[in-house]
């Protein structure tokens, strides 16, 4: 059984910020890519950031590019979210996914087990 869990949200001020951490259990982490979406109150869950398989590559939402790194260590079966210089409009919960294989994507169709989420509050 493949079990997903987030830890390191929290309260932060505008311009702070927070390191988001995604624990993966199961086999062969390293043949599926991982990503990160977030989901604010009345709006649909949105892409934030991607890696593949391998940690290579990398891709980012708009919004996010410059502010927010994900990254992960396969040793560790962990994917993290560095971020940076927050704003009021990152407030979301945060989830993280598995990929259905190690090419990356942006839709929640391309994932197929997602963490319970962590909320991420940003003060302005």
């Known amino acids: 059984q493949v079990q997903l869990v987030e830890s390191g949200g929290g309260l932060v001020q505008a311009g702070g910020s927070l390191r988001l951490s995604c624990v993966v259990s199961g086999r062969s982490f390293s043949s599926y890519a991982m990503g990160w979406f977030r989901q604010a109150p009345g709006k649909e869950r949105e892409f934030v950031a991607v890696v593949t398989g391998n940690g290579g590559s990398t891709y980012y939402a708009d919004s996010v590019k410059g502010r927010l790194t994900i990254s992960r260590d396969n040793a560790k079966n962990t994917v993290y979210l560095q971020m940076n210089s927050l704003k009021s409009e990152d407030t979301a919960v945060y989830y993280c996914?598995?990929?259905?294989?190690?090419?990356?994507?942006?839709?929640?169709?391309?994932?197929?087990?997602w963490g319970q989420g962590t909320q991420v509050t940003v003060s302005s």
């Open positions: 996914a598995r990929g259905r294989s190690v090419i990356p994507g942006a839709s929640t169709n391309q994932y197929d087990y």
